[in-house]
């Protein structure tokens, strides 16, 4: 893979327990290259070891969350040299691709702070978040079609319309057509629209509602979650939580969360 620009994605720790992930080409309104794709990368399996970090906001730099694709250039993988075109392309579409279900294996909540212009690929950054918070000014679009391609790409196809529906989701991908925040929260694919200058602490609050609880709880819950919207009876879902819930009830942490309740105190966890 190509290495990342040691400045095209940033990590930093806004509030304790949370890191932010920040995509920082804004002066391309952080558009997607090697770079930048394989900078998420590291930077997702960075935070995903990171004890320390209960919840991860992702989130652009200046005025745009992510504008897709790089037109004027995505670059080069290594490690793809020699190979024909279509081998080269089929490697770079994976690449791209393998960030959805990266940002899914991820044991910690992935918050979006949409701040602006999300579009293609950035558009599926926020739909493979957990929770999706936008900025007033943000606008989305699906644009893959209007650049003569499918509108199917990076999971949009599977995720979109469990968000919102498939008659809409169908729409948007079709028209391409691009919609405001207010509309986002409409349908239910955005939570909720801040003002622009109180994103991040409306992103922090959610966090913090997230980190009042288990680590472990936390996690399972995540990974159970995405898991039902795969399996296709009630039953097969109904197993799994049982077996999860089981699990989570064993650990050192539920028993200081239900502690903590009975005794109208914080709890302390330990991810023990």
Not at 95 to 104: E, G, S, V, Y
Not at 150 to 172: F, K, M, N, Y
Not at 210 to 239: C, F, Y
């Amino acid at each position: 893979m190509s290495p990342a620009s040691a400045d095209e994605v940033l990590i930093d720790a806004p509030a304790e327990g949370v890191r932010r992930i920040t995509m920082n080409r804004p002066d391309k309104l952080n558009a997607m290259t090697a770079g930048l794709v394989t900078g998420r990368h590291d930077a997702l399996d960075s935070v995903a070891a990171d004890r320390s970090c209960r919840v991860v906001m992702l989130t652009g730099a200046g005025r745009g969350f992510c504008a897709g694709l790089d037109l004027n250039g995505f670059g080069p993988l290594a490690g793809q040299e020699g190979r024909g075109p279509i081998q080269q392309g089929f490697a770079t579409q994976q690449h791209i691709a393998a960030l959805i279900p990266h940002m899914r294996r991820v044991p910690q909540p992935i918050i979006a702070a949409v701040n602006g212009p999300a579009a293609g690929g950035g558009f599926a950054l926020v739909l493979g978040s957990d929770i999706r918070i936008a900025a007033a000014s943000s606008l989305l679009h699906d644009d893959f079609a209007r650049i003569g391609l499918s509108a199917c790409d990076i999971g949009t196809s599977w995720v979109l319309p469990r968000l919102v529906g498939d008659g809409r989701a169908h729409e948007l991908m079709l028209t391409g057509r691009i919609f405001d925040a207010s509309e986002a929260a409409r349908i239910g694919l955005v939570l909720e629209t801040v003002p622009d200058d109180a994103l991040v602490d409306r992103v922090l609050e959610e966090a913090e509602l997230v980190m009042r609880n288990t680590p472990m709880g936390v996690h399972m819950t995540k990974e159970v979650m995405w898991s039902a919207l795969e399996i296709p009876g009630q039953q097969a879902a109904i197993d799994l939580e049982n077996r999860t819930q089981i699990m989570v009830s064993q650990t050192t942490d539920h028993r200081e969360a239900m502690a903590a309740f009975l005794q109208k105190r914080p709890p302390a966890y330990e991810d023990r």
